[in-house]
């Protein structure tokens, strides 16, 4: 049976292909040991099989993200099933854009995916998305991908969904070394190795990434993209002291510096400077078997983040703007499973200190927060299982919040499985939500103040000092900021009708409540306004995702996805059905009511969302190649008429399809070459995909020296 | 968002339509027109100044008298009555597209109280987008004045664009030195419909 299963799942588990070029044969071992691509332990915190697991996962493993020629986080990312990558604003590659690489997950936006690195939760979120470019893929082993809201094992930001980076190395002792060029002088050069004992494990990874850049507006005079470059190192150490216990440490460390040149008020450039961005992570885990039926896993982490944009004016050179933001994270958890008759308990908890200290804020702020959780998974029947699962998390600076989820897998036979799950998923207020005090005096001096630095004791005093002209009614309503919510449904059926063939349908839905959105509280004696943060919005998104894969050769595979997203703001929906609200059908013309049909949704979102992928591995010649296709349709960006969404098509960015390449040989037992084309029908948007440049070409060479094993 | 370019050729071409209104009831026919308005983009300094029975803008030296109506600075905008001028104008706004607005109300007209506390709202008309840093007035809003005369007008802003001294578009990181609006309006010097 199981064998079987193992045959059937995902198309990377070939193993046998991917070991001829760098792995030994001899590493593909047992199906739970976290490695295989058809185990994901993102979904329960426990290593299940994918076929096992109750809520949608999409598993990308390294065969793929090499296959594809990926090197960073983003690449690989974008190429799957209902995932889109939000763009940057051009100087995201070092993690310091203005929105950065995001990922959208089920239409909720780049602020609600958790993003976890080995298992720990990554830090460095600019405007509340993390930039995925920050992080190479040359030393990913997989990326697990869960869909719908996770709060009840994550906490917060697994809302609209968890990705997890997993480094986890194979056995074995080897050294690989890489180098790429391509298009804008892109050079990639990497050194990675692993070495292994009886006790002790060894694995590093090393990686220089530069760009000079490109350009995709030649009427700007800035650079969409201005040229970077990033070093990221990991080193990963596991030591196994006895058959129950084994230690990991995990370290990594990412330095990235970029250009940032401006023309202010300007035709030419007239101001210039670095974004310097510095990450690392240190992160212990003791793995500890008390029995056969009781496993423990301590985790401390110990993680920063400092990222400093410093400009300066060219002809003066007198400093322009300069602004640092530096996070600390530290966390400590526990997690216990027990296996109690054909109930999985799994028992966890922890404690987490956060840090920041910006330019923008008063002082250096402090947060506590302190969590459990509780999970059962209970085998009904060999066919059947329910999960249940609770967790609390309590924070010092807003409200507390319990996270319930329930999951049910049901496989009603060799063919056929449906899954089901209902969850619940918040995102905390984040640090500028709470404490950010900015007094904007190059434009025309309105203020924003996070809702921890807001009180109307202060306003009145201002007011009284003739500072502040007039309170608004709307300041009376500021108070304790609740986090994000959101509820999710998920409902899929999955028919695997022979190996290697797999056809799944999932329906969606989540709920959101709570947006945080800011509104004016006050008005200043000069007439600007002061901003504070509310919860106001409610959101939902809904939608139909499919996925096809279907291995019709020994050496061919295809892979297909579709999703279907609506997304509305339930109080602009809302006053669209009551015919309260007006637009135009283009600049200057006269209003017209909006009708129900008119009303687009959330902005940033595709309704259609399209991928198809094949990939050839003949593996008696050592050829390998791959075709993928990504297709998604218009989406709103911006709002004209002032009725809150995208109604017109010069609100739309045009839908765009993006065809990539790749053919590989490899050359012996050591050598592989790469060339790739990505982008090949040339389909850009200067404005609204920055991030994604025109045709561009690259070719790598790695070469894989395996040492003898003993 | 250093490349957000602002999409508004059309915008430049200034339309002025002179249309009448054909009604029974109607002894004089209200005046439509479009009219580009380029006003201070700066939050301080003086206002703009915009007359209906003149059709557009009058000179800042003919503050202290009814030939204007209304006054615009960046996105503010003060009434010729009150804190604000020596007029009797007053002005309302109205949830419903321009052309659906056929009466002026008999009532409901508020001028400025004082500098701060001005007879229009920013919600009332616009809105702010945090993302794009960008204002747009909110289509269907219309506002309908009572003239610093006492004649009656109707009002729709159809664009806010950011613009230079000359009424040339800028687009970001160019900081706008003046708002450009584009406005459509009836003055009706006989009466409250339109």
């Keep these: 049976m199981m064998q079987r299963m193992r045959e059937r799942i995902g198309l990377w588990t070939l193993a046998c292909l991917?070991?001829?070029?760098?792995?030994?044969?001899?590493?593909?071992?047992?199906?739970?040991?976290?490695?295989?691509?058809?185990?994901?332990?993102?979904?329960?915190?426990?290593?299940?099989?994918?076929?096992?697991?109750?809520?949608?996962?999409?598993?990308?493993?390294?065969?793929?993200?090499?296959?594809?020629?990926?090197?960073?986080?983003?690449?690989?990312?974008?190429?799957?099933?209902?995932?889109?990558?939000?763009?940057?604003?051009?100087?995201?590659?070092?993690?310091?854009?203005?929105?950065?690489?995001?990922?959208?997950l089920q239409g909720l936006s780049a602020d609600y995916t958790m993003i976890l690195l080995d298992g720990e939760p990554l830090i460095g979120r600019q405007g509340g998305v993390m930039d995925l470019s920050?992080?190479?893929?040359?030393?990913?082993?997989?990326?697990?991908?869960?869909?719908?809201?996770?709060?009840?094992?994550?906490?917060?930001?697994?809302?609209?969904?968890?990705?997890?980076?997993?480094?986890?190395?194979?056995?074995?002792?080897?050294?690989?070394?890489?180098?790429?060029?391509?298009?804008?002088?892109?050079?990639?050069?990497?050194?990675?190795?692993?070495?292994?004992?009886?006790?002790?494990q060894l694995y590093y990874f090393l990686n220089r990434n530069s760009s000079a850049g490109y350009e995709l507006d030649k009427n700007t005079p800035e650079k969409t993209l201005d040229p970077f470059y990033n070093y990221t190192a990991q080193l990963k150490y596991t030591h196994k002291f006895n058959r129950n216990t084994r230690l990991t440490l995990n370290n990594r460390y990412f330095y990235g510096k970029q250009e940032s040149f401006y023309a202010i008020n300007s035709r030419e450039i007239n101001v210039g400077g670095h974004g310097t961005t510095n990450d690392f992570t240190i992160n212990p885990v003791l793995?500890?078997?008390?029995?056969?039926?009781?496993?423990?896993?301590?985790?401390?982490?110990?993680?920063?983040?400092?990222?400093?944009?410093?400009?300066?004016s060219l002809n003066s050179k007198a400093n322009y703007y300069y602004d640092s933001f530096?996070?600390?994270?530290?966390?400590?958890?526990?997690?216990?499973?027990?296996?109690?008759?054909?109930?999985?308990?799994?028992?966890?908890?922890?404690?987490?200190?956060?840090?920041?200290?910006?330019?923008?804020?008063?002082?250096?702020?402090?947060?506590?927060?302190?969590?459990?959780?509780v999970q059962d998974e209970w085998k009904l029947k060999e066919n059947i299982s329910l999960i249940a699962g609770l967790r609390y998390d309590n924070n010092t600076d807003f409200a507390s919040r319990l996270s319930p989820k329930f999951a049910f897998h049901w496989q009603l036979n060799e063919k056929w499985t449906i899954n089901?799950?209902?969850?619940?998923?918040?995102?905390?207020?984040?640090?500028?939500?709470?404490?950010?005090?900015?007094?904007?005096n190059a434009a025309d001096g309105y203020s924003i103040f996070g809702a921890s630095e807001f009180s109307i004791a202060e306003l009145q005093r201002q007011q009284s000092i003739g500072l502040i002209a007039q309170i608004l009614p709307a300041a009376f309503a500021i108070q304790e900021l609740q986090p994000e919510i959101s509820q999710g449904f998920n409902f899929a059926i999955q028919f695997r009708p022979k190996a290697g063939w797999k056809a799944e349908v999932n329906v969606f839905r989540n709920d959101i409540n709570n947006l945080i959105n800011f509104i004016p509280v006050a008005t200043n004696n000069n007439g600007s306004s002061v901003f504070s943060y509310i919860n106001v919005n409610r959101a939902f998104t809904q939608g139909l995702e499919g996925s096809l894969d279907i291995k019709f050769s020994k050496y061919w595979n295809l892979s297909a996805g579709y999703q279907f997203l609506q997304t509305a703001d339930k109080q602009i929906l809302g006053a669209v059905k009551a015919?309260?609200?007006?637009?135009?059908?283009?600049?200057?013309?006269?209003?017209?009511?909006?009708?129900?049909?008119?009303?687009?949704?959330?902005?940033?979102?595709?309704?259609?969302?399209?991928?198809?992928?094949?990939?050839?591995?003949?593996?008696?010649?050592?050829?390998?190649?791959?075709?993928?296709?990504?297709?998604?349709?218009r989406w709103g960006v911006i709002d004209r008429d002032g009725n809150g969404f995208a109604n017109r098509p010069d609100e739309f960015a045009e839908g765009m399809l993006h065809v990539n390449m790749t053919v590989?040989?490899?050359?012996?037992?050591?050598?592989?070459?790469?060339?790739?084309?990505?982008?090949?029908?040339?389909?850009?948007?200067?404005?609204?995909?920055?991030?994604?440049p025109g045709t561009n070409w690259f070719t790598t060479l790695t070469y894989t020296f395996k040492h003898k094993n003993k | 968002m250093k490349r957000v370019r602002v999409i508004g050729a059309m915008m430049m071409a200034v339309v002025i339509g002179f249309t009448s209104c054909q009604k029974d009831d109607q002894p004089t026919p209200a005046v439509v027109a479009s009219n580009d308005f380029l006003v201070n983009g700066a939050a301080v300094g003086s206002f703009d100044l915009f007359g209906f029975e003149v059709g557009g803008r009058v000179p800042n030296t003919d503050s202290v008298t009814n030939r204007w109506d209304f006054g615009m600075r960046f996105e503010r905008i003060i009434v010729n009555s009150g804190a604000s001028g020596r007029g009797n104008a007053g002005v309302q706004i109205i949830n419903q597209p321009f052309d659906a607005v056929t009466t002026a109300p008999e009532t409901g007209y508020a001028f400025d109280t004082s500098a701060t506390q001005l007879a229009v709202k920013p919600e009332q008309w616009y809105l702010y987008n945090s993302v794009t840093r960008s204002f747009s007035p909110i289509a269907g809003r219309t506002f309908v004045f009572r003239t610093a005369n006492n004649k009656f007008a109707k009002m729709e802003i159809l664009t806010a664009l950011p613009a230079d001294d000359n009424g040339n578009l800028v687009t970001p990181p160019t900081r706008p030195t003046r708002i450009k609006y584009q406005l459509r309006f009836a003055f009706q010097s006989n009466g409250r419909n339109f």
């Design chain 1, 326 to 373: 530096r996070q600390n994270f530290w966390r400590a958890e526990n997690q216990t499973d027990f296996q109690l008759g054909n109930h999985l308990l799994t028992v966890g908890g922890g404690y987490t200190l956060q840090s920041v200290l910006t330019t923008r804020y008063r002082e250096q702020k402090f947060q506590h927060i302190w969590h459990a959780f």
């Design chain 1, 18 to 104: 991917l070991s001829q070029f760098s792995f030994a044969q001899k590493t593909k071992v047992d199906t739970l040991d976290g490695r295989s691509d058809d185990v994901v332990i993102t979904a329960t915190r426990t290593e299940r099989k994918l076929t096992n697991i109750a809520v949608p996962a999409i598993v990308v493993g390294q065969k793929q993200i090499l296959q594809s020629g990926s090197l960073r986080l983003n690449d690989i990312l974008q190429e799957q099933t209902g995932l889109f990558v939000t763009s940057g604003t051009g100087s995201g590659a070092v993690g310091g854009g203005v929105f950065g690489n995001g990922i959208q």
């Design chain 1, 579 to 633: 015919g309260e609200v007006f637009g135009r059908d283009r600049e200057g013309a006269p209003a017209r009511l909006m009708r129900r049909s008119d009303y687009s949704g959330l902005l940033n979102r595709s309704a259609h969302m399209a991928n198809a992928r094949l990939f050839w591995d003949h593996t008696p010649s050592g050829w390998m190649a791959s075709l993928r296709a990504i297709y998604r349709s």
């Design chain 1, 287 to 312: 793995h500890y078997q008390f029995s056969e039926k009781i496993k423990n896993r301590l985790s401390l982490v110990a993680s920063g983040f400092h990222f400093v944009q410093d400009l300066d």
């Design chain 1, 420 to 440: 089901s799950s209902i969850g619940a998923g918040f995102k905390a207020p984040d640090f500028r939500q709470l404490y950010l005090s900015f007094v904007n």
């Design chain 1, 664 to 692: 590989s040989k490899r050359i012996k037992e050591n050598w592989m070459v790469q060339f790739g084309v990505n982008n090949l029908l040339n389909q850009t948007n200067a404005m609204f995909m920055p991030n994604m």
């Design chain 1, 134 to 200: 920050r992080f190479a893929v040359g030393n990913i082993r997989k990326i697990e991908i869960i869909k719908g809201p996770a709060s009840s094992l994550y906490g917060s930001e697994a809302m609209g969904g968890v990705i997890n980076i997993i480094t986890e190395p194979l056995s074995g002792k080897q050294t690989q070394v890489g180098a790429r060029y391509g298009s804008f002088a892109t050079q990639d050069y990497h050194i990675s190795g692993s070495s292994a004992n009886e006790k002790n």
